[in-house]
């Protein structure tokens, strides 16, 4: 079974802090992966998407991919209380569907 | 254009009966997706479309489920005799490439079945 695995968290940070959040996949065929946020009671919000071994940044946020290993990874720098929300980690499966984590809870403290 | 509007946001209903969600894509993505969320877990995939062809559908999906998108524009998706483990949110997503640059998701219909 294809999977994606998560640390449910809480993770508590406090606020100016770098958050980083894991997340590890089972498929190898897997080609995009996904980090959405979600505040409770809302729906999933696209923050970045990567596909190439490395590192991708945008704004606050850094992705981190590494294929050998089957690890992704979400870099939240300058945390605010704000950023407080479930982080979701998703991987394609084929070239439609994704496989999502449980979500891993973030908590800033102010 | 104003995202995936999905309707409505809440629905309760009783076990037994039918029920109906709606979900309007961003007007220039040709591919819809169906997901559901339980509390605690990552959304999970029922059913896409690529324009009005239902090309998967899970085996989540029973036959009390129905997905529907005439004329490949707006999708409904139905649950015939609600059950409470059919008690969810429901999430409709669209996408102009086949997924690999990520999906907007709709605000969701909370269903809670009693």
């Known amino acids: 079974q294809k999977e994606v695995e998560q640390n449910s968290g809480p993770l508590s940070v406090p606020e100016g802090a770098i958050a980083s959040l894991n997340c590890t996949y089972s498929?190898?065929?897997?080609?995009?992966f996904f980090w959405y946020r979600q505040y409770s009671g809302k729906s999933p919000e696209l923050i970045m998407f990567i596909y190439s071994n490395g590192d991708k940044e945008d704004g606050r946020f850094t992705a981190q991919l590494n294929k050998a290993s089957q690890y992704v990874s979400l870099l939240i720098r300058d945390s605010q209380p704000s950023d407080s929300a479930t982080y979701l980690c998703a991987a394609t499966s084929g070239t439609y569907k994704y496989i999502f984590g449980t979500g891993t809870r973030l908590k800033v403290l102010a | 254009d104003t995202g995936v509007s999905q309707n409505p946001r809440h629905k309760i209903t009783k076990r037994g009966q039918n029920v109906t969600f709606r979900c309007d894509p961003i007007s220039e993505h040709n591919r819809l997706y169906w997901y559901r969320q339980t509390l605690g877990q990552g959304p999970e995939f029922l059913t896409y479309f690529q324009n009005e062809a239902q090309l998967e559908k899970s085996r989540l999906l029973s036959d009390r489920f129905s997905a529907e998108r005439p004329k490949g524009s707006f999708s409904t998706l139905e649950i015939q005799r609600t059950e409470q483990g059919d008690s969810a949110m429901y999430l409709c997503?669209?996408?102009?490439?086949?997924?690999?640059?990520?999906?907007?998701f709709g605000s969701g219909t909370r269903l809670t079945v009693v």
């Open positions: 997503a669209s996408s102009y490439t086949g997924g690999a640059y990520g999906y907007t």
């Open positions: 498929d190898r065929g897997s080609q995009s």
